[in-house]
């Protein structure tokens, strides 16, 4: 059986990605990419070519990925026939959007079955994958002191900030640079990382990196007395297992080039001397267009069509 | 009157730094600059070349600059001669280094009078200029929380590491890389870090970025009910003034490019809300080879000898 | 005497690298630096703010630049009063546009008589200036055989393409990626070569470097038997001197790094063994915002106001 | 029917990316790689660890890579029993090494039958492979103009220097720079373009970008009149097909990105108007890891072994 499938907005940097992922994956035929700048131009897909978006074109298909503009894939999901199961990469219904109700939230490892059955996926964002896939099996595991605060200072590569040309985000502006952003617990994957962290503070503090893709979460987690990074990474390969696309390192901590270019998430943690109350060190690195988009993207749709759950995803560096 | 001034270690990237500051220095005379890798080079002081260290020639000097590896200073301070006021720019002499007692430690701003007076001066680490620069006003006017941990997150440009070849810092394995080191609160500059902010709770946590120059560390201050970023800000201009190397953002916080290339400090507070008990974000951002180093040694170097405060210091972006 | 400066166009690359130079420079008053999208926003002048274009202000200036888009300059030229005397940073009055004759044109070192009188000066393209001022005194010393074919390959640094936003010039456009462009002898600046070197054969085939600043042209000169890098070399100096902006490099080829933040142009040349007839490889280096925009500039105002040659001129690497 | 292989130096740059290729390549064992500085360290192969050199484990093989320095590779051959086909990276049995006799030289498009037979095969260098796979079809056409010189101006990052740590190769040298080397056609890789280009006269002038991987020459090809970019492409379509690893672009020339993390050869050519006698502007580019050294290797290896052409080849972009 040949799975159909289209995409919504395929020219961005998060469409071009699903479309090179999806290019490898067997049993699929990409029947249309639609795209508003790049009409008619060549796709990551042998022999298709961007096209513009067409409601009726959806009719026959079994999956729609939407890889629109923040607010756009809403619209579309109300407008859509009956028929494609929905992968939605926007954060229009995510946990915090007001219509998660909607769709199930689509962080892979945590959320399998629902998924499975699911009509609607709310693909996660970047940030939130790194900070939820580290955070949720430790606090479900009681190893986080909910008392204090959990500090993330988290950097970014720029295509996490999409295509469309913006001063800031030329060559000759990010070279050589490094800012933070969004300061004052103001970045809009907040809403999403507390939904799905409840009762956590939380402080998040990203920063724009000179690298084109990749995102290092480093997390100051304060830990309950006695529990140190083997309890860590225990409760994460006790949730995650060896074989999925979340990797514990066990020797070093995470870094990007692990993960550019791959669909993980990698987790490491450190134990921190002479603090008291105790905290440790947890890195999460992830590329934000893999792991952090088009890849989880990919491993939803792998459980959404009963396929197996690694196809087409890339578990090691290029 | 000319001052006449050697450097020890020349063809480092302080070392460098060093002499293309002091280049542009009127009123001073470099007399030799020695290498053990590049004798016979030119330096950035024309018509002066690279030559081997020599006892000797210090006998004449009013000021000797060591921009030695770490280690090789406290021995060369021990066999020189009574002659010239010494900067060291190594960590030999700073707080914490079991040496401090020989030396004014000159971090220009907090310690301007006892540093006019040295025959030592202890030039600070590169992190510890921005984390004891942003920290020292705000502990003395009780403005941090002391019973709570201050996170600092920093990330430094390359050239902190120097310039003798490493397989780690080659182009290939940094660029499109970003990574934590030094985790767990081992980083050396900890001590003095330390020393200087006694009885706060500090963690410590540097990154290496893909850039050449530059350190911005983003540090989150707990502080007492009611402090906000108008309070600090207000601290930092106290102390400072707005005339001299150490700059306060008002309007948004300090990035790399601000600083780099110059030998400024650039401070900033963002206001963080819903965080109970409150925290303020503040950035330090300067350039490792300018504040961090080069550029600060000159500062200490002008009030040794009396010269204006600002003289030959890079005070805006190139 | 305060020469009084306005600026059209100040808040691209070129406009705010040239205020900066202003903002060094002794003996100037910048009034006014307009902008169309940064109205309001602080310029690179103390206490300086761009304001919107305003032709009547243009009557109390001693000296005006325009840093406007290309085709823009010709029309302000056209409606301004009589007052001021322009630098026109623009390719509008550059040797091909067909208004060249209204001009002078402003390679400093070239024509420095008939720049010092003046009215409009035509600033030299950031490409031609270093084939040109390669080439010209070659050609002059007859040291280049006008019947073979000169192969010019240039890489530039992407603010060669101005600050508006465009996909290709993103960062995660440029960065890693090295490319061709102007193929064919197409690029606009080789109308205002061939004026310059008559009677050469040219081929010019620019790159994008992924770098922000800063321009390599290697250039292949067939040359007469016996002519060597030596002669070529001493052909550079009769000209340029050794004080200028002109550097002549006797031990090896200039490179990027020789002339990124400065504003001068470096020239090497270096024999080819085998190749018959002979030719040589010549290089030429500069900042296409130093040297082949804003430095040259003030180079050519220095002149029309009978200042000191280099005066605020960058002459070193920073 | 497995063949089992042995990597002879596997932890340089060239080393590890042919161990990433062979670890997607379906029917092949790697039975061991060695290395002198990371003994001990896991190899891009599932369970395998870098251990010292050892002839007597090359016994066993079918087929033995050498990714030594250059010059180690002929002792090695020597020394080797008979067993292993040896496929050798390194320079020192290809043509103009004085050893050339006693290999096949393995552009693998050119010399297919042979490589399919040889014992030993000496695998091109980077910039030769783009270099004679551009020119020698156009030879054999007689599209070249043999009394003119033929310019190749070449750029590559930096990966092809190699992982050794040299203070030219650090990222704070390499960053915001661009410099030509080897100037003077003293390249050693020369000697390899001659012997394969015979009766062309070539200058190869060699350009290092700041990037880590990927090569890019653009190439001055005098042609007989009449000749132009459409006689050019149909030579190299009619050599190379379309289903190989070389690539004839028809819309625009290659550039970096096309050819970064693939073991392609791009081609493309460009019409030149206005210059007499007529040339044409030819564009190669490669990675210098994939096509430029380990996926040639596994090109040859493939034939050699019969098995399909393309096996684990990466044929688009990552």
């Known amino acids: 059986m040949t799975v159909r499938i289209g995409v919504l907005g395929g020219s961005g940097y998060t469409g071009r990605e699903l479309l090179r992922i999806l290019a490898r994956h067997e049993g699929v035929e990409v029947t249309f990419a639609t795209s508003r700048s790049a009409v008619g131009d060549p796709t990551p897909i042998p022999r298709l070519r961007f096209t513009e978006a067409d409601l009726e074109r959806a009719e026959d298909l079994d999956a729609l990925f939407l890889c629109l503009p923040h607010g756009a894939a809403a619209e579309w999901v109300q407008a859509l026939p009956e028929g494609p199961r929905i992968i939605d990469l926007t954060a229009d219904h995510r946990p915090g959007s007001g219509r998660e109700s909607a769709a199930v939230y689509g962080l892979a490892e945590l959320n399998a ?97 000179p690298v084109s893709r990749g995102i290092l979460e480093t997390i100051i987690v304060p830990v309950p007395e006695g529990v140190g990074p083997e309890a860590i990474r225990a409760a994460w ?82």
Chains 1, 2, 3, 4 share one sequence.
């Open 113 to 209: 079955d629902e998924v499975a059955g699911a009509r609607l996926v709310a693909n996660p964002g970047c940030y939130p994958t790194g900070v939820i896939g580290a955070l949720r099996p430790l606090l479900d595991e009681e190893l986080v002191d909910r008392d204090r605060l959990v500090v993330v200072n988290a950097a970014s590569g720029v295509t996490g900030a999409g295509r469309t040309p913006r001063t800031d985000l030329l060559f000759a502006e990010v070279e050589a640079n490094f800012r933070a952003y969004g300061e004052g617990n103001r970045h809009r994957h907040l809403r999403e990382m507390r939904a799905l962290l409840e009762g956590t503070s939380l402080l998040f503090q990203p920063h724009l990196l």
């Open 237 to 318: 390969e006790e949730r995650y297992g060896t074989e999925g696309a979340v990797r514990v390192r066990e020797r070093r901590l995470p870094e990007l080039r692990d993960v550019v270019g791959t669909d993980l998430l990698a987790l490491g943690a450190a134990a921190v001397d002479g603090i008291d109350p105790p905290v440790v060190t947890v890195v999460a690195a992830l590329d934000n267009l893999g792991k952090g988009a088009a890849g989880q993207a990919v491993q939803n749709f792998n459980r959404m069509f009963g396929l197996p759950a690694n196809q087409a995803l890339r578990l090691s560096p290029p």
